[in-house]
């Protein structure tokens, strides 16, 4: 089978590719995008995994229009391509910000999409745009929706986390309570795996680990990879919000968004694909998280030889 990926050199690229390293049936061929394509860019491919876009900016530093040309632009044109080509499969990956920037329960498919930042807007509209397409026969298109990814290699909010722990910081955030999910690398490579030989008709799927956690576990999870005790630290979250605030201002580590997406609470079904695809992933939200702060202290390790 012959898979044109998309973002080859991205977290979720890389590992993808090391997931089907040692399988001889799977012949990875990375594809930078440009615009247009060139007639030929997908010729042989049975399957287009289009992961490359532009990652949500927690600094808020980033141009609005760049979303809309990387998650976007270059989404309906390599989509374009896909439907003029003989590949069955195209493969997107979307995002829960997509759907939702806050999440009131547990978000499922069947909530009606309101993101409220570029980033989620951008993703949107290229999911809209795929899904208004009419396919020729024998084609389909999965849009996955992924939560927080991580594994070993993930840069972003867990690093954060896991220099408070090292470092032996207490964490700072413990009196906020929330429950949100995860999603490891590994189950995320799984699905996909499943999906490049599927039946399934086109659809639109969230893709979390079964189990959510509190970012106070995730906190002993990171501490009991480096043996020791979680230090845990209540400041009145009112203090903190504050903080939070000013750092908007300032452009300080904490800000508002990064304050949320460590404490928000926010929820993610993965019920609908699981039950389609009739699979049970390989780890538990906790066993991916131990990997991944396993990674982290194997890191530092090598840092301070």
């Given at each position: 089978m012959?898979?044109?990926?998309?973002?080859?050199?991205?977290?979720?690229?890389?590992?993808?590719?090391?997931?089907?390293?040692?399988?001889?049936?799977?012949?990875?061929?990375?594809?930078?995008?440009?615009?247009?394509?060139?007639?030929?860019?997908?010729?042989?491919?049975?399957?287009?995994?289009?992961?490359?876009?532009?990652?949500?900016?927690?600094?808020?530093?980033?141009n609005?229009?760049?979303?809309?040309?990387v998650?976007?632009?270059?989404?309906?044109?390599?989509?374009?391509?896909?439907?003029?080509?003989?590949?069955?499969?195209?493969?997107?990956?979307?995002?829960?910000?997509?759907?939702?920037?806050?999440?009131?329960?547990?978000?499922?498919?069947?909530?009606?999409?309101?993101p409220?930042?570029?980033y989620?807007?951008?993703?949107?509209?290229?999911?809209?745009?795929?899904?208004?397409?009419e396919?020729?026969?024998?084609?389909?298109?999965?849009?996955?929706?992924?939560?927080?990814?991580?594994?070993?290699?993930?840069?972003?909010?867990?690093?954060?986390?896991?220099?408070?722990?090292?470092?032996?910081?207490?964490?700072?955030l413990?009196?906020?309570?929330?429950?949100?999910?995860f999603?490891?690398?590994?189950?995320?490579?799984?699905?996909?795996?499943?999906?490049?030989?599927?039946?399934?008709?086109?659809?639109?799927?969230?893709?979390?680990?079964?189990?959510?956690?509190?970012?106070?576990?995730?906190?002993?999870?990171?501490?009991?990879?480096?043996?020791?005790?979680?230090?845990?630290?209540?400041?009145?979250?009112?203090?903190?919000?504050?903080?939070?605030?000013?750092?908007?201002?300032?452009?300080?580590?904490?800000?508002?968004?990064?304050?949320?997406?460590?404490?928000?609470?926010?929820?993610?079904?993965?019920?609908?694909?699981?039950?389609?695809?009739?699979?049970?992933?390989?780890?538990?939200?906790?066993?991916?998280?131990?990997?991944?702060a396993?990674?982290?202290?194997?890191?530092?390790?090598?840092?301070?030889?």
């Open positions: 012959k898979i044109i990926l998309t973002g080859a050199s991205g977290f979720v690229g890389s590992s993808l590719t090391s997931f089907f390293k040692d399988k001889p049936e799977i012949n990875m061929m990375p594809l930078s995008i440009r615009t247009p394509l060139a007639a030929d860019a997908l010729k042989g491919a049975d399957c287009v995994i289009h992961l490359a876009g532009k990652a949500h900016d927690l600094k808020r530093s980033s609005p229009a760049e979303y809309y040309t998650n976007f632009e270059l989404t309906k044109n390599l989509f374009d391509a896909f439907i003029k080509s003989d590949a069955k499969k195209f493969i997107f990956m979307s995002s829960v910000k997509a759907a939702a920037d806050a999440v009131d329960g547990v978000l499922t498919e069947k909530t009606l999409p309101n409220q930042t570029d989620g807007k951008s993703k949107l509209m290229a999911e809209e745009y795929i899904q208004k397409q396919l020729p026969e024998g084609k389909s298109y999965y849009i996955l929706r992924p939560c927080m990814i991580h594994g070993p290699g993930n840069k972003g909010n867990l690093n954060l986390l896991y220099g408070f722990v090292k470092k032996g910081l207490p964490y700072p413990a009196a906020f309570e929330n429950r949100r999910s999603l490891s690398i590994e189950n995320l490579c799984s699905v996909i795996e499943k999906l490049m030989t599927s039946t399934m008709a086109s659809d639109v799927f969230q893709v979390a680990d079964d189990d959510a956690l509190s970012t106070n576990d995730v906190v002993g999870i990171l501490a009991d990879s480096l043996g020791k005790k979680p230090r845990l630290m209540a400041i009145p979250a009112p203090l903190i919000e504050s903080v939070a605030k000013l750092g908007d201002v300032l452009r300080l580590p904490i800000n508002t968004e990064r304050l949320n997406k460590l404490t928000e609470n926010y929820v993610v079904s993965n019920e609908k694909i699981k039950s389609l695809l009739g699979i049970a992933f390989p780890l538990t939200s906790r066993q991916g998280l131990e990997i991944t396993r990674s982290f202290a194997k890191n530092y390790r090598n840092l301070v030889k």
